[in-house]
């Protein structure tokens, strides 16, 4: 069974950075891809980043248009851990951050977008900014 848990959530305040990360366990991932949505309250859940392989052996990483620049996806296969690194934090980062695995590889700027292109999910972990 796979099994992601999210942690590095907190109170931060405007300005600030914080780091998020999901430990994945039980399942394959280092071939797939990896991403971060938010749910913020009242809201419903929206993609922030992915982190997608390519044939290169490399990986692409894509980024919602509200959080490029603040916020950078990266892994370590070595723990099969996934990060979010998030900087210049606003207000409205505030919500729920989940990771997920993708149900494949490789995904396109578009498909990383769609919730249906991941299998499993975390539990969520807490970012509240205050201005």
């Known amino acids: 069974q796979v099994q992601l848990v999210e942690s590095g959530g907190g109170l931060v305040q405007a300005g600030g950075s914080l780091r998020l990360s999901c430990a994945a366990s039980g399942g394959t991932f280092g071939t797939r891809a990896m991403g971060w949505f938010r749910q913020a309250p009242g809201k419903e859940r929206e993609f922030a980043a992915a982190?997608?392989?390519?044939?290169?052996?490399?990986?692409?990483?894509y980024y919602a248009d509200s959080v490029k620049g603040r916020f950078t996806i990266s892994r370590d296969n070595v723990k099969s851990t996934v990060y979010l690194q998030m900087s210049s934090l606003k207000p409205e980062d505030t919500a729920v951050y989940f990771c997920a695995r993708g149900k494949s590889g490789y995904l396109s700027d578009y498909e990383s977008r769609s919730p249906d292109r991941y299998d499993y999910w975390g539990q969520g972990t807490q970012v509240t900014v205050s201005s």
């Open positions: 982190l997608s392989w390519s044939v290169s052996r490399t990986y692409y990483t």
